[in-house]
């Protein structure tokens, strides 16, 4: 028998908020395995597709594949797009995440890590660059609580807003995986867990379908 979830508020169909999922401790054993991959594949600022305008969030990533901007498009590839090499391993303790929440049995591809500054922001997106939506997504929140606005699958619908704080999980599946969402801001100070401030974000995702 598969494991049940543990405990969540649906906040729209498929989408799964697991407030407080993680403990400081398991926040911070989480935190020092992604300031090791960020040694080795540090932060880039990705660019707008054609305009080459820069993202105010950096990124880098590590699992097999990871998610690229810059002004021939967005994508996924297999290594680090200033340094070239293979974006790092994933961690361990990040793929048990996945087991746990995720409930599907193809391990993820790629874990995108976003960091926000201050004053970075995501506007209003899907994603949508994968080729297989089946899979969900799971998100992680590192450090400053964030404003995350969810909607539907159209632009321009009824949207929410919601706090994601540190140690919050929160996943997409079925209905929600092609729902538009962003971060309207960070709140600078909400959290002690990373010394420089500002937040980190871990998207896991399937790219390819399952074989
Ligand atoms: C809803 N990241 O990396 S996490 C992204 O906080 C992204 O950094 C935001 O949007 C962040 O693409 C939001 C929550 C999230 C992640 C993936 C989703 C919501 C999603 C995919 C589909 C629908
Ligand atoms: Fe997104």
Known sequence: MPAPLPAHLEVAPGALWFREALDREAQAALLADIRAVLE??????PAMPRTGKPFSVRMSNCGPLGWVSDAAGYRYQPFHPNTRAPWP???PALAALWT??????APPEACLINYYGP????????????ADF???????????????????????GATRSIRLASGDIFLLSGPSRLAFHGIDRILPGTSTLLAEGGRFNLTLRRVNPAT
Do not use: C, K, N, W
């Not at 080795?40 to 600022?45: K, V």
């Not at 746990?100 to 049995?105: F, H, K, L, Q, R």
């Open 40 to 45: 080795e594949a540090p932060l880039f600022t």
């Open 89 to 91: 391993a994933m961690p």
């Open 134 to 156: 089946t899979a969900p997504v799971l998100a992680l929140s590192l450090g400053d609580t964030a404003l995350f606005r969810i909607g539907g699958e159209t632009r321009g």
């Open 100 to 105: 746990t929440y995720a409930a599907v049995p």
């Open 119 to 130: 004053d970075a922001r995501m506007s209003l997106h899907q994603d949508r660059d994968e």
